[in-house]
């Protein structure tokens, strides 16, 4: 899972300020999902995206929550107008496939947001 | 939504004890996978189980899928202090598009005294 690469890893954000959540897929990976794991959770689904598209954002927050991933770049979450409950670890994950191949489908090691 | 019931949720254990640890589900899953995480790190897959009544190792890890499609047990033996961690048992749920997400359980954070 070396391979995905998230930055930052630890992010302090005031409320009300902006953070972007940056994830680099593994080589040749064009699916990147987003996850949210809150404080003594397990991950929760938050979006799918491919190149360009967002495939499936039913798990996403409607309001100050996007994720993009563009032709060239990294995908990025963006929150908006942060708050308290956003305090979380955002984990990304990258898979070759449009399927969830366990074997070949990685985490990054996260981002751990901090609203303060 | 689809829900995991994973436990229990803590275990504390002498080094070299067997550990045993579950996962439920309301609902069938084709394929039920177990995931490690360590502090500060992203979940890393430790065992696949693609088939009913399916009994998978990889090293002192032992997995079980139920014949149900309902449940699966993971089993560490002889456990060593880097054993410690948060264990996930996971599914993967079609999405809209085509694709699979996964849903998780809980964890059980286990902790070893040396």
């Known amino acids: 899972n070396a391979g995905v690469m998230q930055n930052p890893r630890h992010l302090v954000r005031r409320r009300g300020q902006e953070a972007r959540l940056r994830c680099s897929p593994m080589?040749?990976?064009?699916?990147v999902y987003w996850y949210r794991q809150l404080p003594e959770e397990g991950l929760k689904f938050m979006v799918y995206l491919q190149k360009e598209n967002i495939i499936d954002e039913s798990g996403m927050p409607k309001e100050r929550f996007s994720a993009e991933f563009p032709k060239e770049g990294p995908s990025i979450l963006r929150i908006q107008q942060v708050v308290r409950g956003d305090s979380a670890a955002y984990f990304c994950?990258?898979?070759?496939?449009?399927?969830?191949?366990?074997?070949?489908?990685?985490f990054g090691q996260g981002t751990r947001l901090t609203v303060v | 939504g689809q829900q995991l019931n994973q436990s229990p949720q803590s275990m504390f254990i002498q080094e070299g004890e067997d550990v045993s640890m579950n996962c439920t589900s309301s609902s069938i899953f084709n394929t039920w996978l177990w995931y490690k995480q360590d502090p500060g790190e992203g979940p890393v897959l430790l065992i696949a189980l693609y088939k009913a009544g399916e009994l998978t190792s990889n090293g002192r890890l032992t997995a079980q899928f139920g014949i149900t499609r309902k449940d699966s047990f993971l089993n560490i033996s002889a456990s060593i202090p880097s054993d410690v961690g948060i264990y996930f048992c996971a599914g993967p749920l079609p999405t809209q598009g085509g694709s699979e997400k996964l849903v998780f359980g809980k964890g059980t954070k286990l902790t070893v005294n040396p």
């Open positions: 080589k040749g990976h064009s699916h």
């Open positions: 994950a990258s898979s070759p496939l449009n399927r969830w191949v366990p074997l070949f489908a990685f």
